[in-house]
Nanobody
Framework: QVHLVESGGGLAQPGGSLRLSCVAS????????MKWYRQVPGKERELVAS???????IYTDSVKGRFTISRDNVRNRLSLQMDSLKPEDTAVYSC?????????WGRGTQVTVSS
């Protein structure tokens, strides 16, 4: 059974930082690409960042230069370092992988950016 569990969300002020983590189990983590998505109520889920098994990363334009995705293949952990946060970054952030022919999602962690 594949499980993805996020942590690290919370409240941050504009210009502040948060670090999200996602711990994976049930898969050989180092073999799989991983992604961070975010969703605001009433809007479509948005891909924020992704990282390949080899460690290559891509970002949506709105977070380039502010967010950094990384992975620790020893601890089976995916991370998202979020700096220079903006109110429009407020959302539920979820990690994702595609394994055994299907999508797997974590439950998500709320990030709120507000003064």
């Amino acid at each position: 059974q594949v499980h993805l569990v996020e942590s690290g969300g919370g409240l941050a002020q504009p210009g502040g930082s948060l670090r999200l983590s996602c711990v994976a189990s049930g898969i050989n983590f180092k073999l799989y690409a991983m992604k961070w998505y975010r969703q605001v109520p009433g809007k479509e889920r948005e891909l924020v960042a992704s990282i390949t098994s080899a460690g290559s990363a891509i970002y949506t334009d709105s977070v380039k230069g502010r967010f950094t995705i990384s992975r620790d293949n020893v601890r089976n952990r995916l991370s998202l370092q979020m700096d220079s946060l903006k109110p429009e970054d407020t959302a539920v952030y979820s990690c994702h992988t595609f394994a055994f022919g299907r999508d797997f999602w974590g439950r998500g962690t709320q990030v709120t950016v507000s003064s």
